[in-house]
């Protein structure tokens, strides 16, 4: 099933696209899932691996600017009013590159997080920097091992990749569900 979709296109750009979309919405699946692409063939891991970090940086910046663009518009401001990202203003005002490292590594945070930072008036100079380094040391570290375990038991893996994916997928779900529901009873 995996070969008959891949094969829609022969064109890596295609696969390109198709990994910076899916950072949109599920970023550490994306990685994982690019660096199987890579370790697979079906796209040079350099490429696979910058996908990954050029969908992050587009992602995280587009969210960044819709916390910056909710000081000009009240209606954005009235959404942008949510406990996870109130409770993240503070500290991001006070030590913005330890809590956009933080952000980085707690995957619940990620939206609100990047909201946040544009709501504290993150400097857009400090925001990027540390965005750009969080994003290459996070996707470096998750594709790497994704790569490598892709390589060590492909032939294991296509088997039951299409059983895996959706459980991962709901997994993934319900720890966001059970991750947001526990901070917001803690806010």
């Known amino acids: 099933m995996l070969d008959s979709l891949l094969s829609?296109?022969?064109?890596?750009?295609?696969?390109?696209?198709?990994?910076?979309?899916?950072t949109f919405m599920l970023e550490d699946l994306a990685i994982i899932g690019a660096a199987l692409l890579a370790a697979s063939g079906k796209m040079m891991p350099e490429l696979a691996f910058a996908a990954t970090c050029v969908g992050m940086l587009i992602g995280d910046t587009a969210l960044y600017?819709?916390?910056?663009l909710a000081h000009r518009w009240p209606w954005l401001a009235h959404h942008c009013r949510h406990p996870l990202i109130d409770r993240q203003v503070r500290p991001l005002q006070?030590?913005?590159?330890?809590?956009?490292?933080?952000?980085?590594?707690?995957?619940g945070l990620r939206t609100f997080g990047y909201i946040a930072c544009g709501v504290a008036r993150?400097?857009?100079?400090?925001?990027?920097?540390?965005?750009?380094?969080?994003?290459?040391l996070w996707a470096a570290g998750l594709f790497g091992v994704a790569?490598?375990?892709?390589?060590?038991?492909?032939?294991?893996?296509?088997?039951?990749l299409w059983w895996l994916l959706p459980v991962a997928v709901v997994l993934f779900f319900l720890g966001q569900k059970r991750l947001r529901a526990r901070l917001e009873a803690e806010a």
């Open 8 to 22: 829609y296109s022969d064109s890596p750009y295609w696969l390109v696209l198709i990994v910076i979309i899916s």
């Open 65 to 68: 600017l819709l916390g910056r």
């Open 94 to 107: 006070q030590a913005p590159w330890h809590q956009l490292a933080l952000i980085r590594c707690m995957p």
């Open 122 to 136: 993150v400097p857009g100079w400090t925001f990027t920097v540390a965005n750009v380094i969080s994003i290459l």
């Open 147 to 160: 790569f490598w375990l892709g390589q060590a038991y492909a032939e294991q893996l296509q088997a039951w």
